[in-house]
């Protein structure tokens, strides 16, 4: 079990220039299982070939989460670059599946496939996790107590310290 943060904590800076890849698929049509599997085993595939390699530019350990047909996996990227460049890698475990679900799937409708790139930065990134192990971005670059970055979501945001919370901070 994780080491449990007890009390109120920021992710560290160290933001800039990282990603945020959201990825995942969602099961249009169950009962057409011969088309899904492929698409569904394809991910464990890239994640195991990721973790085995830090070199290719994932950082942190990605999260699966399912909520009814959709499935997301929450990843970190080091960076765009190394992103783009792990995805068109003839040699990585992702451009084959993407050929083959084009191939085999493209447009038909049984399974659908998606994916959300967000660059991250210092100034654009708040963060607050209270009484929990290390998650999200805090699991890339480290948790510190919130009040280090601010007590309020905007003085985390801003970097402006005069903005007083509604709740005493604990």
């Not at 800039?16 to 099961?27: A, E, H, P």
């Not at 973790?51 to 530019?57: A, F, R």
Request: net charge positive; glycine share 8%; no cysteine.
């Amino acid at each position: 079990m994780a080491k449990l943060n007890r009390g109120r904590f920021s992710a560290d800076v160290g933001a800039d220039g990282k990603v945020l890849f959201l990825i995942g698929m969602r099961f249009n049509q169950l009962w057409k299982f011969w088309k899904w599997i492929p698409v569904f085993n394809a991910m464990p595939r890239m994640l195991i070939e990721l973790q085995k390699n830090p070199s290719l530019g994932l950082v942190g350990k990605p999260r699966t989460y399912l909520s009814g047909r959709t499935i997301l996996v929450l990843q970190y990227w080091e960076s765009f670059e190394k992103l783009e460049e792990y995805s068109r890698a003839a040699d990585n475990a992702h451009l084959p599946a993407w050929r083959a679900f084009n191939k085999n799937i493209r447009d038909n409708g049984s399974v659908g496939i998606y994916h959300e790139t967000i660059l991250l930065s210092d100034s654009t990134v708040e963060t607050v996790y209270g009484n929990m192990p290390p998650f999200g971005l805090s699991a890339v670059t480290g948790a510190v107590p919130a009040g280090k970055r601010g007590q309020t979501a905007k003085a985390r945001m801003t970097g402006k310290s005069d903005d007083q919370p509604i709740l005493e901070p604990y």
